[in-house]
């Protein structure tokens, strides 16, 4: 059993990685200005039933940064592969959603069961503000620094809906958007989604699907959940009250709750 976190080199990427627990496998993968530590409770609870893998994508917390194209379901698939796992159940939040879109649909065989939460969907374009607000964070993290770029990221009333109102777990996230430094490291595109692009697959997806979003989540993200709902077979779609963007870290309880039963229902 590895630790909590360790660093394994897999296909000459060093990811800071952890498993705990046994049996069916589940991957958590987490979105943007995150890194795996947003899925602590989950890590916790689902661990009691499954074996749960979680770890920092390419470009985020301690995993290396991108010096060339990568996909993100590609680095998926060879962890998957470096642990020899042949079946396994995502978790995935936000931009995680995407790479667990792109994933599903190249290797549908891997996939028993996936959970989309806030999901982004490659080939859905994000709305102008957002990709704005997203430059100015960077640009001042490249001139100013994260400290800086983080006061401002706080007090700025368009993130309303992604950051914690909770102030324990506002403090949580906070640190772990000042801790994410290699995020600002790379150039963005070098990263490839899959071709076609997910939006215009969604059909495809066969899988078990459960779809969360927040109350509280912003409108574009509320439309992107109506649409994979919409379009892939049998998904179920659940609005968790009095949250915004990451239900899983603000009402971790209920998420987990909804999640454990959703998975129970279905591998039946």
């Known amino acids: 059993m590895l630790k909590q976190e360790e660093i394994h080199e897999i296909d000459g990427v060093k990811y800071s990685l952890s498993i705990k627990g046994e049996g069916q496998s589940i991957v958590l993968l987490h979105g943007s200005y995150a890194n795996k530590k947003t899925w602590n409770y989950q890590v916790e609870d689902f661990s009691q039933q499954y074996k749960v893998i979680s770890y920092d994508q390419r470009g985020y917390g301690k995993t290396n940064v991108p010096t060339r194209e990568f996909s993100y379901y590609e680095d998926l698939k060879s962890i998957l592969d470096y642990f020899n796992i042949k079946k396994t159940i995502l978790v995935a939040s936000s931009f995680g959603g995407s790479v667990a879109l792109d994933f599903t649909l190249k290797y549908p065989e891997y996939v028993e069961a996936l959970v989309l939460v806030g999901s982004a969907a490659n080939g859905y374009k994000y709305p102008a503000r957002m990709m704005l607000e997203c430059v100015l964070d960077y640009f001042r993290m490249k001139i100013k620094g994260i400290k800086y770029a983080a006061k401002k990221f706080e007090e700025n009333s ?35 989604p899959l071709e076609p692009l997910a939006i215009n697959q969604l059909e495809k997806i066969k899988v078990p699907t459960l779809i969360i979003e927040g109350e509280y989540d912003q409108d574009f993200n509320k439309k992107a959940s109506e649409l994979l709902h919409s379009r892939i077979k049998g998904a179920e779609r659940i609005v968790i009250k009095k949250c915004g963007h990451l239900p899983y870290f603000e009402k971790p309880e209920e998420f987990n709750k909804i999640v454990l039963k959703y998975l129970e229902e279905v591998s039946k």
Not at 159 to 183: D, G, V
């Open 158 to 192: 368009y993130w309303n809906y992604y950051i914690p109102k909770e102030q324990q777990n506002r403090k949580k996230f906070m640190e772990i958007y000042k801790s994410n430094t290699a995020f600002y490291q790379w150039k963005q595109n070098l990263y490839k």
